[in-house]
């Protein structure tokens, strides 16, 4: 399609008809999702010409999940802001542990996260979920970097929605169009104030341990550094390492981008994770996940619960 003089698109591409290609679109795509009954779905010609999807007005309004856009979600007031689970405790009604929307408070995007709403009070934003090995975790550093997994499984962050959903009822044309936000969103999450982290294990013959730590937060790219201060609480932990001080103030490493204390090999590599690595670690719970609970230095491992045991759930979170 040819602009015009006024490098604009004709008047086939008005607002008023892209409106109605965009209903149109929605109602047909739905009732594709729904019943199949939908064969074409082209209906803006966007995957028949790819060029159109050059124009940010049509990518982004017209076809977005063609031409693979997420527009970018409108700016907030500070008082829509629910920055983290710990907020909706605030709002004073019964929260059940889940999938929750929320609006973080410095950037005012959007995104899904799982909130804890059980565990000591609740109010707890999970951040990392681990319970079957259904997901890989030796991933590159902008994965870890952008998240990865699904908030009702296993998950590294949460994901962030489009604006669109606010505005369509059914949502489903537009699911499968999100980006994911991983270390950048922990940034955020974690440096309006003050947070606990909490750790929580449980082992493959059933005993369950926590740990405990004020001070958290995550600094900001492309180091995001960790930062722990004193462990405040704990149960079943018979050894004496501690997260901090050893993954207190180091940055993250992945197996290309290594940053970990250990000068001639990459401890990502060597022991099959991402995370804050010293040189190397006394915890490694982004490693290999193994279906039992033997020794492995490249597993899910705690030291202060069990020495280089691999263990089988695990779950990282903060208020
Ligand atoms: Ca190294």
Redo the contacts with the bound molecule.
Sequence with gaps: MERDANNQFPMALSSSVIVTIVFIGAVCLNLALASGSCVDLDVTGCRTNPQLCQDPLIAEVTCPVMCNRCPNVPQTTQADTTADCSDLLKRGRSWSSGVYTIVTWKTHTTVDVFCDMDTDGGGWTVFKHRVNGSVDFYQNFSSYENGFGSPHGEFWLGRRLLNIRKDISNSNMFQYCFKLIGLRLLNELTSRRNHTLRIDLKAHNGTRMYDVYDGFSVGAGSNYTLHVDHRVDSLHLPYGHLLSPYHDGQPFSTYDH?M????????AITYHGGWWYNGCYAANLNGRYFVNGFPYYTGMVYMPFATFESVKKSKMMFK
């Excluded at 970990?260 to 401890?267: I, P």
């Design positions: 290594d970990d204390q250990h000068s001639s090999s990459s401890c």
